[in-house]
């Protein structure tokens, strides 16, 4: 959605035009804007909350050279949303059993008292690897070909020669 089309939205969602959602807008960038800047964060109620943030100097690579280069530190502005929004738009992950079933600890409540260690059942993978019978290698004596790799021809470097200029004669 564009800033005109977000204009437009507001005038008819409220009874103001679109001059007015217009400043409205732009009021709301500068206020924002300087609350960040002042008081390090601005929340926007119902959609997240500016943020800014100090990154620490790190040591990153040059991906083309596979050089180490030094990354200063600085300050970056982040947006989190907020928790309203998200289950909004993705909508909330509500699980068809709402509780845990009597006798049966969750997953995730075994591996919290410690069972991590406890057996797995096998993956159906490892099953069926298990039931298939062993492959028998076809002549298993005979090396595969070798490939030679030669290096490519290198052409001498030429020199560029320079046209002959045109003119008006000769």
Known sequence: MTKTELQVALAEATPTDKK?????????????????????????????KL????????????????????????????????KGAKDAI????????AGPQKGKPTPSASRARGNAGAP??????????????????????????????TPAKVSPARTPVKAPRRGKGG
């Open 90 to 97: 993705l909508g909330a992950k509500v699980l068809p059993d």
């Open 120 to 149: 797995r059942p096998a993956s159906t993978n490892a099953k069926r690897l298990a039931t298939r019978p062993p492959v028998q290698a076809a002549n298993r004596d005979q090396a595969p070909p070798v490939r030679r790799i």
């Open 20 to 48: 007015t959602a217009g400043a409205l807008l732009t009021a709301l960038r500068m206020i924002a804007y300087k609350a960040v800047k002042k008081e390090g964060e601005f929340a926007l109620p119902g959609f997240g």
């Open 51 to 82: 943020v800014k943030q100090k990154r620490a100097a790190r040591t990153g690579f040059n991906p083309r050279t596979r050089q180490k280069v030094k990354v200063a530190a600085k300050t970056v502005v982040k947006f989190r949303v907020a």
